[in-house]
């Protein structure tokens, strides 16, 4: 995400799934591949069993509920559905009235403090009001990127843009100044920073990606965002390495419209170097994925947020020779952004994510949450939306939380 968001909405048909299903490497949803919107479903690459695989393993009951089997099974079991959909659910609220109107009425995952937000609501007493309503931990999130995306400065958090910070400063002060700014951010609740971005980029400063990218040379990305990420981590702040498979030699800006990246053959050579080895050892660290169109990886106009495919290439860490990643994937925001906004309507967005195989779903607004989670009920009553794919989300994002240890 950055500075500038759009809303402009064209309703379009919504598209069905296919009778023919295909499951998901180590998701175990069930549901056209969401990379074709009229074709059978097709894949890049061959999938192969993630370690997810285990903690998704799911049994029908005599009701026909899917029953979690593995990690976490016990903790999702006594979760009701909508409970189990909010979990992938985290949006951005005004203020503390907002946020406390959200989370009385539904069991969302989180909330994001955005540049909109009345920061009031990071003050002890006003947060707590807010957290008290949830029977989970929630996800408090922020873009504090550094630089012009910095959604804390008002309140004295903040550090230069990541280009900045490459230029004058050592991998290892990079990660003493993240730790010293998610040590801030904790004091103030929050848990979640959706940074840093590990896109490979040689545009100007001011453009999309520009001065948010630590470099055009994929080394020195690695090295500086995977600083970053530790040193937020030590802190108590989850890192979220952004926005795979790489937007920095995209077309275009994805707040404005569609996006097509160069073939995923050469994002191999540059775009995707970073996450081998950001994702070997990642901790906590989750992974944003783009609203990018990639050649030889997504089918026709579907975002890599949105496309099987692109996920199933995180997921495996195949073909682009990675390591398998089993952490939690959120979407870039969905409703601010016209790559998505153009051509589906929210509820359409949310549900082509988690049935692509994502985690967490990310916007703006609190508005249509209670739209948004009749639709997910619905996609998993109609077969849509696999359960035993929910689950597998809800441990990992469990997980993510500390309220699992498995």
């Not at 990071?122 to 931990?137: M, Y």
């Amino acid at each position: 995400m950055g500075s500038t968001r759009r809303r402009r909405f064209r309703h379009v048909r919504d598209l069905m799934c296919l009778a023919a299903a295909v499951c998901v490497a180590g998701v175990g949803v069930v549901a056209c591949d969401t990379d074709s919107s009229s074709a059978a479903p097709t894949s890049s690459s061959t999938a192969s069993p993630s370690p997810s695989a285990s903690s998704s393993s799911a049994s029908p009951s005599a009701s026909g509920a899917v029953q979690p089997t593995g990690c976490g099974a016990e903790t999702v079991a006594k979760m009701s559905l909508r409970q189990k959909l909010g979990q992938s659910i985290v949006v951005g609220v005004t203020g503390t009235d907002d946020a406390y109107s959200l989370v009385s009425r539904e069991p969302v995952g989180g909330i994001f403090i955005g540049s909109w937000t009345d920061k009031s609501i990071l003050n002890g007493a006003n947060l707590a009001r807010v957290t008290g309503k949830s029977t989970i931990p929630l996800m408090i999130s922020v873009d504090q990127e550094g630089g012009r995306v910095s959604r804390l400065a008002s309140l004295g958090i903040d550090n230069p843009s990541a280009r900045e910070m490459a230029r004058t400063d050592t991998p290892e002060q990079v990660r003493a100044l993240a730790a010293n700014l998610g040590r801030q951010m904790r004091a103030k609740g929050i848990t979640v920073d959706y940074a840093p971005v590990a896109d490979v980029s040689d545009e100007s400063d001011d453009e999309v990606i520009g001065d948010r990218s630590f470099s055009n040379d994929p080394e020195t990305v690695t090295r500086y965002a995977q600083a970053f990420a530790q040193g937020l981590e030590s802190a108590g702040v989850m890192p979220v390495f952004k926005h795979f498979p790489g937007h920095g030699h995209g077309s275009g800006d994805s707040h404005l419209g569609v996006v097509r990246t160069p073939p995923l053959a050469q994002l191999e050579q540059s775009d995707l170097v970073p996450y081998r080895t950001l994702l070997k050892n990642p901790g906590n660290a989750a992974v944003m994925v783009g609203h990018l169109i990639v050649p030889g990886l997504t089918v026709g106009d579907t975002p890599a947020s949105l496309s099987a495919n692109a996920i199933r290439m995180l997921r495996t860490g195949q073909p682009y020779g990675g390591p398998a990643f089993d952490g939690v994937v959120f979407s870039d925001d969905l409703s601010g952004m016209g790559a998505i906004t153009q051509r589906y309507p929210l509820p359409q967005a949310v549900q082509r994510f988690l049935v692509a195989g994502g985690d967490i779903a990310l916007w703006i607004t609190t508005d249509k949450v209670t739209a948004v989670l009749d639709s997910l009920e619905a996609a998993v009553h109609a077969g849509r939306l696999s359960e035993a794919g929910v689950n597998a989300s809800v441990v990992r994002i469990l997980r993510a939380k500390g309220q699992l240890r498995c």
